[in-house]
């Protein structure tokens, strides 16, 4: 069974950075993309950014463009999700996810497997 463990997340003042982890454990071998996604108090579940495991196209929301980066080491399986200039509308918890089927990256319902989640709270 696939298994993704997420790393990094903490406290940051407005304009800060913080750096995600998100480690892949299990049959991994057949993995179209994973992508993070996050989730504010009050609020529904919005994608942030994603990339394909095979060719590396990546995909980013509008509100998180030229601050956030995700990138990938295929060595250990793993993706981050590197944020900068953080604003306190960043404040979620940001859940890591991973899919086995092609298609948007942007819809949360086809993604498989979801990690723990990992808070990120930005202070004004």
């Known amino acids: 069974q696939v298994q993704l463990v997420e790393s990094g997340g903490g406290l940051a003042q407005t304009g800060g950075s913080l750096r995600l982890s998100c480690a892949a454990s299990?049959?991994?071998?057949?993995?179209?993309?994973m992508g993070w996604f996050r989730q504010a108090p009050g609020k529904e579940r919005e994608f942030v950014a994603a990339?394909?495991?095979?060719?590396?196209?990546?995909s980013y929301a509008d509100s998180v463009k030229d601050r956030f980066t995700i990138s990938r080491d295929n060595a250990k399986n793993t993706v981050y999700l590197q944020m900068n200039s953080l604003k306190p509308e960043d404040t979620a918890v940001y859940y890591c996810?991973?899919?086995?089927?092609?298609?948007?990256?942007?819809?949360?319902?086809?993604?498989?497997?979801w990690g723990q989640g990992a808070q990120v709270t930005v202070s004004s």
């Open positions: 299990g049959p991994t071998f057949n993995t179209y993309a």
């Open positions: 996810a991973a899919r086995f089927t092609p298609g948007v990256l942007t819809t949360s319902q086809r993604y498989d497997y």
């Open positions: 990339l394909t495991w095979s060719g590396g196209f990546t």
